[in-house]
Antibody
Framework: EVQLVESGGGLVQPGGSLRLSCASS????????MNWVRQVPGKGLQWVSY???????YYADSVKGRFTISRDNAKNSLDLQMNSLRDDDTAVYYC????????????WGQGTTVTVSS | QSALTQPASVSGSPGQSITISCTGT?????????VSWYQQRPGKVPKLVIY???DRPSGVSNRFSGSKSGNTASLTISGLQAEDEADYYC??????????FGGGTKLTVL
């Protein structure tokens, strides 16, 4: 079964750091680009970051310079290092798989919740 | 980065067809065929229903179809069913090497 499982969410103070991880199984991780997408409860989806199998990386303007996406193909895992966290980074963070055809996100994890608050 | 523009809500009766629009610019929707649509039922994780403007993933009902004209993409759901009630989001690749979602549309089945 194709699966993505996020971890690492929690409560952090403004200005703090947090590292999210996404463990994959059931498919050849190294062959797929991956994304992080976030959603404030009750609000819409916001794309955060993308990394492909060759290492090309994209970020949303709102997180550029603060967040770092990385992957470990040997461990089938995806990470998101989040620094200088702000109140508006509070959201559920989803790890998603790129289907490989048209930037579509064909597999989603269950999400991990990040709360930035003093 | 501004989001793609979707209507906040649409509604329809069982059996009817509805269309949700997603308007962008030449830099995103109008410049590529990299448009996808996602269904998010209440309390659930988003699910891909259309990719590459009009392709359906395996397992998605053929009642879902997608199209594009200029800077506007559209998702049409025919033969509406109660289970279609959900939030729908479009997504597009943008020429600045980013991806962008629409603000989301709440579909109510009357």
């Amino acid at each position: 079964e194709v699966q993505l499982v996020e971890s690492g969410g929690g409560l952090v103070q403004p200005g703090g750091s947090l590292r999210l991880s996404c463990a994959s199984s059931g498919f050849t991780f190294s062959s797929h680009a991956m994304n992080w997408v976030r959603q404030v409860p009750g609000k819409g989806l916001q794309w955060v970051s993308y990394i492909n199998h060759a290492g090309a990386i994209y970020y949303a303007d709102s997180v550029k310079g603060r967040f770092t996406i990385s992957r470990d193909n040997a461990k089938n895992s995806l990470d998101l290092q989040m620094n200088s966290l702000r109140d508006d980074d509070t959201a559920v963070y989803y790890c998603t798989r790129d289907g490989g055809r048209a930037y579509e996100m064909d597999v989603w994890g269950q999400g991990t919740t990040v709360t930035v608050s003093s | 980065q501004s989001a793609l523009t979707q209507p906040a809500s649409v509604s329809g009766s069982p059996g009817q067809s509805i269309t949700i629009s997603c308007t962008g610019t030449r830099s995103d929707v109008g410049g590529h065929n990299f448009v996808s649509w996602y269904q998010q039922r209440p309390g659930k994780v988003p699910k891909l229903v259309i990719y590459d403007v009009s392709d359906r993933p395996s397992g998605v009902s053929n009642r879902f179809s997608g199209s594009k004209s200029g800077n506007t993409a559209s998702l049409t759901i025919s033969g509406l069913q109660a289970e279609d009630e959900a939030d729908y989001y479009c997504n597009s690749y943008r020429s600045s090497a980013t991806l962008v979602f629409g603000g989301g549309t709440k579909l109510t089945v009357l």
